[in-house]
C-alpha cells in the first residue's frame, strides 16, 4: 500500500501544494500554493533575461540616434546590471527550488503517514512540530537570508568581476560593453611586468607587516601583562584600567589623532625631537620611517587587546605549578620559561593565528594613517605602505580597475583561507566540541 | 641583599609602569588639551595650553559647513538600530548553532568561517548596486540593513559562549515542558548578560568607527555619520582648523571610551572565553 504517498508526491511535483491539499493539509497546501505562485509571476518573465545577461553580458552600447533634428540617447545594455541581476533572480530561484524540493518531501511524508493508517498533522499540530524539531532552521533563516544576499552573492559577484575585462578606461559600462576574458587578469597580474612589480612588492610588504605587527603586540601584551601581574605591584586594576585606554578610544579616531601626532612638519613629536636637539623624522612621508610609524602605532593599539587576552589567562594557570616549582628552586626566569609561556601560547595559539590572517587585512591603520603612501613610482596605483588591501581599494574606488581588485581579492582570501582552516581544523574546539560538556 | 634587590626590581617595574601609562595617556590628553587650545593650528608652543576655551565646541555645532550635530544623531540613531537588531540576529543564530545538532549545522559553521576571511569590502561594489536597485542608497536604513545582515558572521564568540553554559540546565527545562522558545528566553537570555552586553556594545561602536562603507553609501552632507564627517574634516583642512577636529574627537571619543571602561568585565570575558577552549 504505497498509493497515498504515490499520489501525493506526484501531485506536488505537478503543482507545489497540491499533495498536501490531497493530505487534507489545506491550509499548509495553500500556502506553498500562493508561494509558488507568487515566485512563479515574479521569476518567469525574468529568467531568460537573467541568463542571456550573464552569458552575454549585454550586446548593445549605449548611443546617441539622431530624432529629427536633436541627437537622443537610446540607453544600451550595462553588463554589470546584467551580472547581478542575473545572480539575483539565479539565487531565488535556488531558494524557490528549496522550497520545492521541502514540499515534495513534505507529501512524501504525510502520504507515508496516510498509508499507515495514521492521522496527518493539523496545521496547528504541524506548527508546534516545525517549532519543536526544526526551532533551529527557523532561528537561523533570518540571519541566513541577510547573509546569503549581502554577503555571499556580492562575494560571488566580485569573483566573477575578476574573470571580466571591467576596468577603466576602456570597458566601463553604460558607455561601453563588459567581456569575460577567463583568467587573463590573473596571467596579467603574475606575468606582466607593470602589474607583477607592483603586485610582488606589495604582497612582501604585507606579509613582513602581518607578522612584525602580529609579533610585536603579542609579546608586547606579554610583557605588560607580566609587568602588572608580578608579586609586589600595587594597585594593579588602576594600571589595567590606565593601559586598556588605547583599546576604548575609537580606532578611527586614535588613527586620526595619530596621523596628526606624527606629522612632520607641525606634529609635537617632531617638535619634542627637536628640543633635544634632534632633527625632525620624515614619520609619513619616507617610505622606511613610514613603516617604521604604521608598526609603532599598531602596537599602541594592539598590545592592549594581547595584555587583556593574557591577563585572563595568567589567571587560570594553576598555583600549585609554581608552588613545585619553588620547592625545586626554579628560577623566575625558569618558571617563566617552562611554566608561564608554554601555557600562554598553547592557549592563545589559535587567537594567534587569527591574528595574523587579521593583520593581513588590517585596513584601517593604514589606510587612515598613511593612506598606503609615500607614493612609489614604479608602482601601479600603490605606495609604500599599501597592503594588499589598501591596494584594492584603491584599484576600486579611485582607479575603477575592477576586474584587477577582484582578482586581488580572490588571492587574499586564498591566503588568509589557508592559515584559518588549518587552524580551525586543528583547534580542539572544533574537533572535540561535544566533549565540554 | 634579598630584599634590596626585590626593591630594585620592584623600582624599575613602578617606573615602566609609569612610562607605559604615559604613553598610553599622551595621545589623548594631546587631543583633549588641542580641542582647549585657542586658534585652529596643529603646531603649538606648548602642551600645556596658556588659555583654556570652549569656542570649538560651540563652533561644532553652530558652524554652517560642519553639520556635527546632524552627524552625531545620525549615528546614534544608526548605532541603536543596528545594535538591537543584530544582537537579536546574532544571538539566536548562535544559540541555535550551539545548542542543536541538526543536518547542515557543520556545513553552516564552515561557510560562517570561510566567508569571514573575504576582505569585507571585495562585496562592497555588489552592495552598491544592490543599494543602488533598491532605491536605498544614501538612506541610514540601507546602512542598517547591512550592517546587521553580516552581523551573524561574527558569532564565534557568542558560540562559544552558550557551549559553555551546561546542557543539562535546558534539558530540565525541556523536560518540564518548557518550548524551546521559552527555553532560550527564559533561562539563557538572563545568563548570556555578559555576552549580550559584549555583542551589543561592539555593533554599537562598530558603527562609530566604520566610514569606509558610510562614505560610499551617504553621498549627502546631511545624512553622513560622524566618521565620514571627521575623516574629511582631516583630510581637507589638516592644520588649519586641526582644534576643531580634536574637539569633535573629544565628543565622539568620551561617551564610547567610558561604555568601555565601565562595561570592561564583559569584555574580558567575551575576550577570553574565545580563547580558552583553544
Not at chain 1, 415 to 428: C, E, L, P, T
Not at chain 2, 138 to 159: E, N, Q, R, W
Amino acid at each position: 500500500m504505497k498509493q497515498h504517498r504515490t499520489i501525493a508526491v506526484l501531485l506536488s511535483i505537478v503543482l507545489q501544494g497540491l499533495g498536501q491539499i490531497y493530505n487534507r493539509q489545506w491550509l499548509k497546501g495553500i500556502l506553498f500554493m500562493l508561494l509558488e505562485v507568487a515566485g512563479f509571476i515574479y521569476i518567469a518573465p525574468r529568467l531568460g533575461g537573467a541568463i542571456w545577461g550573464l552569458v552575454t553580458l549585454g550586446e548593445k552600447t549605449q548611443k546617441f540616434v539622431k530624432v529629427g533634428k536633436v541627437a537622443q540617447m537610446v540607453k544600451g545594455d550595462h553588463s554589470i546590471f546584467l551580472i547581478l541581476d542575473g545572480l539575483i533572480i539565479l539565487f531565488l530561484v535556488f531558494v524557490l527550488l528549496g522550497v520545492y524540493v521541502w514540499n515534495i518531501a513534505d507529501a512524501y511524508r504525510n502520504g507515508k503517514l496516510r498509508d499507515e493508517k495514521k492521522a496527518v498533522n493539523t496545521f496547528r499540530q504541524s506548527y508546534e512540530h516545525a517549532t519543536t524539531f526544526y526551532f533551529p532552521y527557523f532561528m537561523l533563516a533570518l540571519p541566513a537570508l541577510g547573509v546569503l544576499f549581502f554577503t555571499i552573492m556580492p562575494i560571488v559577484f566580485t569573483v566573477m568581476l575578476a574573470f571580466t575585462n571591467y576596468s577603466a578606461p576602456d570597458h566601463i559600462p553604460p558607455a561601453k560593453l563588459v567581456d569575460w576574458v577567463g583568467f587573463k587578469t590573473f596571467v596579467d597580474l603574475v606575468k606582466m611586468k607593470s602589474w607583477s612589480h607592483t603586485f610582488v612588492g606589495v604582497l612582501v610588504w604585507t606579509i613582513i607587516w602581518a607578522v612584525l605587527a602580529t609579533v610585536t603586540t603579542y609579546f608586547g601584551g606579554i610583557l605588560v601583562a607580566l609587568l602588572i601581574e608580578q608579586k609586589g605591584i600595587r594597585f594593579r586594576k588602576l594600571w589595567r584600567t590606565i593601559f586598556i585606554i588605547p583599546y576604548a578610544i575609537p580606532q578611527l579616531i586614535s588613527l586620526l589623532v595619530m596621523k596628526n601626532l606624527f606629522n612632520g612638519q607641525f606634529g609635537p613629536i617632531n617638535q619634542y625631537l627637536g628640543y633635544f636637539g634632534l632633527g625632525g623624522l620624515p614619520w609619513l612621508t619616507d617610505p622606511f620611517w613610514a613603516k617604521v610609524t604604521v608598526i609603532t602605532v599598531n602596537m599602541w593599539i594592539g598590545i592592549p587587546v594581547s595584555m587583556v587576552l593574557i591577563l585572563g589567562i595568567l589567571t587560570s594557570i594553576p598555583r600549585d605549578l609554581y608552588e613545585a616549582a619553588d620547592v625545586d628552586g626554579a628560577s623566575t626566569l625558569q618558571k617563566f620559561r617552562i611554566i608561564t609561556m608554554p601555557f600562554i601560547l598553547f592557549s592563545t595559539m589559535p587567537i594567534l593565528i587569527m591574528q595574523f590572517a587579521g593583520n593581513i587585512n588590517n585596513f584601517n591603520v593604514i589606510f587612515l594613517l598613511t593612506g598606503g603612501n609615500p607614493a612609489k613610482g614604479d608602482y601601479q596605483f600603490a605606495g609604500a605602505t599599501d597592503l594588499l588591501i589598501t591596494w584594492l581599494y584603491k584599484l576600486t574606488l579611485d582607479n575603477n580597475k575592477y576586474n584587477v581588485a577582484s582578482a586581488v581579492g580572490i588571492i587574499i582570501f586564498l591566503i588568509v583561507a589557508i592559515f584559518s582552516i588549518w587552524n580551525f581544523r586543528r583547534s580542539k574546539s572544533f574537533k572535540e566540541e561535544d566533549m565540554i560538556q | 641583599m634579598r630584599k634590596w634587590k626585590n626593591n630594585v626590581r620592584l623600582t624599575l617595574s613602578y617606573a615602566l609602569l609609569l612610562l607605559i601609562s604615559a604613553v598610553a595617556i599622551y595621545p589623548a590628553l594631546w587631543v583633549v588639551l588641542s580641542s582647549l587650545r585657542p586658534g585652529g593650528s596643529l603646531y603649538s608652543e606648548h602642551f600645556w595650553p596658556r588659555q583654556f576655551t570652549l569656542v570649538h565646541y560651540a563652533e561644532l555645532f553652530t558652524s554652517k559647513a560642519y553639520l556635527y550635530g546632524t552627524w552625531y544623531l545620525n549615528t546614534l540613531k544608526i548605532a541603536v538600530v543596528t545594535m538591537i537588531l543584530s544582537t537579536i540576529l546574532v544571538t539566536l543564530s548562535m544559540y541555535a548553532l550551539s545548542r542543536f545538532r541538526f543536518r547542515g549545522r557543520k556545513t553552516a559553521l564552515t561557510v560562517m568561517l570561510v566567508l569571514g576571511m573575504f576582505p569585507s569590502f571585495m562585496s562592497l561594489i555588489a552592495i552598491y548596486i544592490i543599494l543602488l536597485q533598491l532605491n536605498l542608497l544614501d538612506t541610514h536604513m540601507a546602512l542598517i540593513l547591512v550592517y546587521s545582515a553580516g552581523a551573524a558572521l561574527g558569532g564565534f564568540i557568542v558560540k562559544g559562549f552558550f557551549d559553555t553554559i551546561p546542557r543539562s540546565l535546558d534539558e530540565a527545562a525541556r523536560i518540564d515542558g518548557a518550548s524551546h522558545l521559552q527555553v532560550f528566553a527564559k533561562i539563557m537570555l538572563p545568563l548570556s548578560k555578559p555576552m549580550l552586553t559584549y555583542v551589543a556594545l561592539t555593533s554599537f561602536t562598530g558603527v562609530w568607527g566604520d566610514f569606509i562603507f558610510a562614505r560610499l553609501v551617504l553621498r549627502t552632507k546631511e545624512n553622513w555619520t560622524v566618521a565620514v564627517g571627521m575623516w574629511d574634516l582631516v583630510n581637507s583642512l589638516q592644520n588649519s582648523n586641526f582644534t576643531m577636529f580634536a574637539a569633535g574627537s573629544v565628543l565622539v571619543a568620551i561617551p564610547i571610551t567610558l561604555l568601555f571602561i565601565f562595561l570592561q568585565r564583559f569584555l574580558v570575558q567575551g575576550l577570553t572565553s574565545g580563547a580558552s577552549k583553544g
